[in-house]
């Protein structure tokens, strides 16, 4: 089936710093990725949905420039949080999909924490 | 945009009885359903779907009923397990349309009580 491959799991970064989360699928191609963030306790917030070769939508609220999104392969889609501050601390999930017919391939997360 | 509403936001059950939880949404355009099920620190993962030209879907012990005049979908679970125990999600999309995003409902903490 469907895989997709999320990088790093958990990563631990100091304020100020930036962080970058892949998310590749393996088997098939991604036509359109999406982002989210989990709170805990919480559900999923979609932040950003992108399309191979074309800039990300975010979602509002969302601070573009904050999290950058590049898309720039059918199998590759990373999330850069720039500038990370503990208030960004979270759960990140990507998730592919071909098209919504097809269904949705989550990611197995990243959680981020800023010290 | 759509919305997703889903109750109860807990959930608690002997081990054997069933768990039902109700979510509604808002867009007459949205067509795909999906449930997951959510294990601390895990990705969600798909347990059962139906699009809406379907009422009831069934896989073993789960199963989805869609309403759509009334725009609601319910999540059967029966013969409940401990193994059972995990947050189940209830979402919605526009799985033809150009932006088919997933909405996703707040949540069901779901506790099987051995």
């Known amino acids: 089936g469907a895989v997709v491959s999320q990088h790093p799991s958990w990563v631990i970064c100091k304020s100020g710093t930036s962080v970058k989360i892949e998310c590749r699928s393996l088997?098939?191609?991604?036509?359109?990725m999406f982002w989210y963030r989990q709170f805990p306790k919480q559900s999923l917030m979609l932040m950003a949905t992108?399309?191979?070769?074309?800039?990300?939508?975010?979602e509002q609220g969302v601070e573009k420039d904050k999290f950058l999104i590049n898309h720039a392969s059918l199998t590759l889609s990373t999330l850069t949080v720039t500038s990370a501050h503990p208030e960004d601390s979270s759960f990140y999930i990507c998730?592919?999909?071909?098209?919504?017919?097809?269904?949705?391939?989550f990611g197995s997360g990243t959680r981020l924490t800023v010290v | 945009g759509e919305n997703v509403e889903q109750h109860p936001s807990t959930l608690s059950v002997q081990e054997g009885d069933s768990a039902v939880i109700k979510c509604t949404y808002s867009?007459?355009?949205?067509?795909?359903f999906p449930w997951y099920k959510q294990e601390l620190g895990k990705r969600p993962q798909l347990i059962i779907d139906?699009?809406?030209?379907?009422g009831e879907k069934k896989d073993q012990r789960i199963a989805v009923t869609l309403n759509k005049t009334a725009k609601h979908f319910s999540l059967h679970i029966t013969e409940t397990q401990p193994e059972d125990s995990a947050v189940y999600f209830c979402?919605?999309?526009?799985?033809?349309?150009?932006?088919?995003?997933?909405?996703f409902g707040k949540g069901t903490l779901l506790t099987v009580n051995p």
């Open positions: 998730s592919a999909s071909t098209g919504g017919t097809y269904g949705y391939t």
């Open positions: 088997d098939f191609q991604a036509t359109t």
């Open positions: 992108s399309n191979e070769g074309s800039k990300a939508t975010y």
């Open positions: 867009d007459s355009a949205s067509n795909y």
């Open positions: 139906i699009r809406s030209n379907v």
């Open positions: 979402a919605a999309s526009n799985s033809g349309g150009s932006n088919y995003k997933l909405t």
